[in-house]
């Protein structure tokens, strides 16, 4: 089974105050493109299709009519679709039974019924070739309980739903996972990135019966291994924030049943990149020339490296737009290293404002709490509790 794997979208997010809508057409002209060629059995979008729980209803006719060309694309193709946290898992899915005559199937949240979940909703075949089985973003809080003797509610769930499909795959046909959390090879372990405070769950929480896991979550590329199992995040198609300066791609995996799976990445050039200038952090008048000599024709988002022991002048945002007057480039902000602070500090406080609206409520408590210096783990177990009880509320 052939499939092509990307996620985390975020269609409707603006880059300080800049629309970004022909960047986004421009990654769905490349998709459709990818999608000509390489005519996948399925095209698997693992969560955060949208950037916000209410997207403008241009954002929403985009999505429409890009789902619709890339149906046209390749007529025979499965489009799966998950809810991820940034979306509202119940508007993603309003439409779902048209989206079914197209071949697309969405899930948004867990499909619950008076004895637990029908596990047959989220469990898709993709024509004779395979399986699909698409977990949509869930609190670790709002999965069904646990059977006797197991304590973990989101891995006992894998767990039921991996033997489920282990009951229908009597031919022994690959199996795709789909899921959006963060996992690790180990929890604890250093990540080659910055994520943000996100916490990680161990990649054992998927348990086992699965051929290659297509994650959503992660922004950039990065694939997990555990024993035979495979699992990848394919990223982000757009960078998000100023810390995805790296390339953006999606993910072509080729599955066959008890084999590792045999992937490629392909590329997707985004119409704007994001730029930190200069590299090392200068003084304030240093950055600013930089600014004025950056090409003309460089499109980039920029973000100015700005070394300070008092602050930045009162007038810096105008002296940097007057710099970069007849460029094409966007001038965004300023990423200031206070000279004053500790190396530590400076860590925990380093977020620019663009990147402080993609975390998500958890992530910013958990940084505030380490910054105080508190352990924040009971504290966090407490606002999630708080938070799946809105959630519930919203849902009724």
């Given at each position: 089974?052939k ?10 997010h603006e880059?300080y105050?800049y ?7 421009d ?9 000509e ?12 299709v949208y ?8 954002t ?16 025979q193709?499965?489009i ?18 048209l989206?079914?005559?197209?071949k697309?199937?969405?899930v948004?949240?867990?499909a ?33 309980p ?11 769930f894998?767990k ?10 009597t ?53 997990v ?19 995805e ?6 993910t ?26 200069p590299?090392?952090?200068?003084p ?6 930089t ?22 002048p ?53 940084r ?21 009880i809105?959630?519930e509320?919203?849902?009724?």
């Amino acid at each position: 089974m052939k499939i092509l794997h990307t996620s985390d979208w975020h269609l409707g997010h603006e880059h300080y105050n800049y629309h970004r809508q022909d960047e986004f057409e421009d990654f769905f002209r490349q998709l459709q493109h990818i999608v000509e060629s390489e005519k996948p059995d399925a095209l698997l979008v693992s969560g955060d299709v949208y950037h916000s729980s209410v997207p403008a209803i241009s954002t929403q006719t985009m999505y429409t009519e890009a789902m619709l060309a890339l149906h046209q694309a390749c007529p025979q193709m499965t489009i799966v679709v998950t809810a991820g946290n940034h979306d509202s898992a119940s508007r993603l899915e309003v439409d779902r039974s048209l989206w079914g005559h197209f071949k697309v199937h969405v899930v948004g949240t867990l499909a619950r019924t008076p004895e637990g979940v029908d596990l047959d909703r989220h469990i898709l075949p993709i024509g004779d070739k395979g399986w699909v089985v698409a977990v949509p973003h869930v609190f670790k809080q709002n999965f069904p309980p646990a059977p006797d003797g197991e304590t973990d509610r989101q891995t006992a769930f894998f767990k039921t739903l991996m033997e489920r499909v282990g009951q229908l795959n009597t031919q022994q046909k690959p199996v795709v996972l789909m899921a959006h959390l963060a996992v690790a090879e180990k929890v604890g372990d250093a990540t080659p990135y910055d994520v943000g405070g996100m916490e990680f769950d161990d990649i054992s929480t998927l348990t086992k019966g699965y051929d290659y896991a297509a994650l959503g979550h992660i922004h950039q590329p990065r694939t997990v291994t555990q024993g035979s199992n495979k699992a990848r995040y394919c990223g982000s198609p757009l960078p998000i924030t100023f810390r995805e300066e790296y390339e953006h791609s999606v993910t072509i995996a080729d599955i066959s049943h008890g084999e590792n799976p045999v992937l490629r990445s392909v590329a997707i050039h985004p119409l704007r990149h994001v730029r930190t200038i200069p590299k090392e952090a200068v003084p304030f008048e240093e950055a600013i020339e930089t600014l004025r000599q950056l090409d003309d024709e460089e499109t980039a988002y920029i973000q100015l490296h700005v070394r300070t022991a008092n602050g930045l002048p009162v007038d810096c945002n105008e002296r940097a737009i007057k710099a970069a007057e007849g460029k094409k480039c966007r001038f965004c902000t300023f990423q200031l290293i206070d000279e004053r602070d500790s190396t530590a500090r400076r860590q925990l406080i380093d977020v620019t404002p663009d990147e402080f609206k993609a975390m998500t409520p958890i992530e910013v408590a958990r940084r505030y709490l380490e910054g105080k210096g508190l352990q924040p783990d009971d504290y966090i177990t407490m606002l999630q509790q708080t938070m799946d009880i809105i959630e519930e509320e919203k849902a009724r």
